[in-house]
């Protein structure tokens, strides 16, 4: 009771201390499992003992026989199907190609690229060696989205590694698992022809599972046959039933079915959508916070003592300096990154759990047949893991400002409410080269947004949903447009210091606009401009008009005129290179212009 106690107890302590130092939470954790497992039994027990043991070993332990790792299956297919959630279609209209070649043709790199200098590095086996590869294809989902939450990149660039570790997780399960297959029979000549079915067994099965059950998943909610209280519950164990009705069909595609399920349900009009990713996100990070503690607690000293040879840092440093650069770029070949975004996501390569996981697994497995230089493998992966994670928590910000991708002024704007106004002032920006991300808690409102070509999602501002975004890094501006006063203050007061950096600004309030001043510097048009006035306007004459001005004399001419008309308000300000820019900031900071314009809504004015 103590040890399972303890173990969610320091879990929780390492998650709460990755958010406060912005780190990765796989690195206190695996440092926690050390020290109470491996660390304790060498140095801190009278006796020898691990504080935490995994498994039972006669005396103590949590899980007994093949206990540890059928909790650590169920565990990582719940992970999985949690990051398959936040997979969207939309997401990679210019990545796609890229995405799927990573998954690919970059894992066929790593995979024999690593293999072999495993094998020449450690002197291990081929069969191995490549077991080794295929267990560091996969890039964790849950390491690399705390990294980049903290560095402002473009959109493309952070949903490359975000599909990539996803995606990959259940490629990299799948090579694994044909190699411990293929070490477990022998090999043979037969086993290529054996292989291959059993690939496209996974493959088939894996999929076919996945799709149908998120269907059938679906159907239930929306018909409202399961009642609201059990709804996360049943979600939760449709998920396990996919995972291990398709593990009872093929072995190991049970990852796959959970990844497919997840994409389907994701990219669905589920109702309820919203309410069953939040549970699993929080089961998610219950379940890491067990598994990196008790899969590092499983090592034993003797095993880390075998990386303690130079040979370990030659093959960490050609695994992340030469394989991983070389899968990406050769992925990337003829894409539309940029070469300095090559090198970025060559840089951000860190393993995670399912890695460590599957790793533990065999490794143990192996050396229970007695296959010789099994020993390696489980650490070897932790090795990796550690050690990538390490790298990437402490130099991605760095790198990305060394090769030029850090986004010195974050310029996409979120607006915050989908009505009507909001959405013709969205295709406006859209249309001139400003990415606009529009945010709604109407699912109606966010699929007229949708239709109308901009990028659109449904949240709650009350919640901290898009503060974990790591698609949103590059947004400097926020426009509270809805038509609720206290949404649009809620807004502004407790997002524009992670969405403002450039401005923050709202409508006014009806009671600002009956006392003709605002409480704060926040406006986005004018005083006189509260959300019923501009709907009106909007109503009756929906589009947005541009006006030359080439002096701020005209200027303020000009808009003096559309002040004056009461169903026209000025909204921005265009220079000669097409850059937009809001009256507000306009005001504050431009004292010269020249080819600029006056861009207003409503009726077009003979100005």
Known sequence: MIELAGIIILGILAQWFAWKFKIPAILPLILIGLLVGPIAAEFLSEDGSKWIEPIWNGKKGLFPGQGLYYFVSLS?????????????????????????KLITLGSSITFFGAGIIAHYTFDLSWELSFLFSGLIIVTGPTVITPILRNIPLKKDVSAVLKWEGILIDPIGALVAVLVFEFISVGGGAGFTQTALLEFLKIILFGSTFGF?????LIFIINKKWVPHYLLNVVSLSAVLLVFVLSELFAHESGLLAVVVMGMVLGNSKLKNLKEILYFKESLSVLLISILFIL???????????????WETVLLFTLIVFVIRPLAVFISTYKSNLKVNEKLFISWVGPRGIVAAGIASLFGSKLLKEGVEGAEYITPLVFMVVLGTVLLNATTARFFAKAVGVFLKRSNAIMIIGASDLAILIAVYLNENNRRVVVIDSNKDNIEKAKNKGLEAFEANIYDDELTNNIELNDVGYLLALTGSDSINKHTISNFSSVFGEQGAYRLASSQEVITQEYENKEQLFTVHDDYLNLMEAVREFPEINETPVNS?????????????????????????????????EF?????????????????????
């Open 587 to 607: 005001e504050k900071n431009t004292t010269i212009i020249e080819d600029w314009k006056l861009v207003y809504i409503g009726k077009r004015l003979k100005i």
């Open 76 to 100: 990582i297919s719940i992970i999985l199907f949690e990051g398959g959630l936040t997979l969207r279609r939309d997401e990679i209209k210019n990545i796609g190609p890229v995405i799927t």
């Open 295 to 309: 899969l590092a607690a499983n090592m034993d000293i003797k095993e880390l003592m075998l990386l303690y040879r």
């Open 212 to 216: 149908t059950f998120a269907h059938a």
């Open 552 to 584: 701020i004399e005209e200027y303020k001419e000009k808009i003096s005129k559309i002040y004056a008309e009461l169903k026209s308000t000025p909204i921005f300000v265009k220079n000669k290179n097409n850059e937009i820019l809001l009256i507000a």
